[in-house]
């Protein structure tokens, strides 16, 4: 089996992690914080 590409990883991952409901990155909206593993509260 080939070794998937970083880019390709990493999308992959990020699309796995919005799927769990979890904030992908960047400065929370204004008026919300980020609770542990990333759940915005």
Do not use: H, N, W
Request: glycine share 14%; no cysteine; proline share 12%.
């Amino acid at each position: 089996m080939l070794p998937i590409p970083g880019p390709y990883r990493a999308l992959a991952a990020m699309k796995s992690q919005a799927e769990l409901g979890r904030y992908l990155g960047g400065r929370p909206p204004y008026g919300y914080m980020l609770a542990e593993a990333g759940v915005l509260t």
